[in-house]
């Protein structure tokens, strides 16, 4: 696989119980034109918990809370997001070797995705998400590069 070409968008972090995870209808687009349909379409693009495909969080016009044309930038915000909300009991190399799978998937064009229980019986999930997707290559930029404060 070659390189790609395109930004990054970083989503979350989104924290709460696992149960809340079971609730499909907030984790997904509806999938038909029906009221039933583009109601759920319009809870989804609302919410802030994570999708069910990576990609479809780019639906999500006011959700994406950074983007980067530069891949350290979104590495070093996956950094200082797990350092805020750490994960238990993981091996001393855990990061490091986080970062070196992001490192690869990201400049492949693949999203990268983490998610963990935390303490309290709590669940963390942030994501940085391609663009355009390599998946939902339909899918409308939610913020372009241009438009993004720094960060």
């Known amino acids: ?5 395109g930004h990054w968008h970083g989503y979350g972090p989104w924290t ?3 149960d809340a995870l079971k609730q499909e209808e907030f984790r997904r ?3 038909d034109a029906t009221e039933a349909g583009r109601t ?11 999708p069910v495909m990576t990609g479809w969080a780019l639906m ?3 959700g994406a809370n950074r983007t980067w044309t530069n891949v350290a930038d979104a590495l070093a915000w996956l950094e200082a997001t797990y350092q805020t909300h750490p994960r238990v009991n993981a091996p001393a190399d855990a990061l ?7 490192a690869d998937f990201l400049g492949r064009g693949s999203d990268d995705v983490w998610a963990y229980y935390v303490p309290g019986y709590s669940f ?10 390599l998946f939902h290559p339909k899918l409308a930029c939610p913020r372009p590069p241009a438009m993004s404060a720094p960060g």
């Open 1 to 5: 696989m070659g390189t790609w070409a």
């Open 16 to 18: 709460g119980p696992s």
């Open 29 to 31: 687009p509806g999938n």
């Open 40 to 50: 759920q379409t319009q809870a989804f693009i609302r919410g802030s918990m994570p």
């Open 60 to 62: 999500r016009r006011p």
């Open 96 to 102: 490091a070797v986080k970062l070196g799978y992001a």
């Open 124 to 133: 963390v999930s942030f994501e940085v998400i391609c663009c355009p997707n």
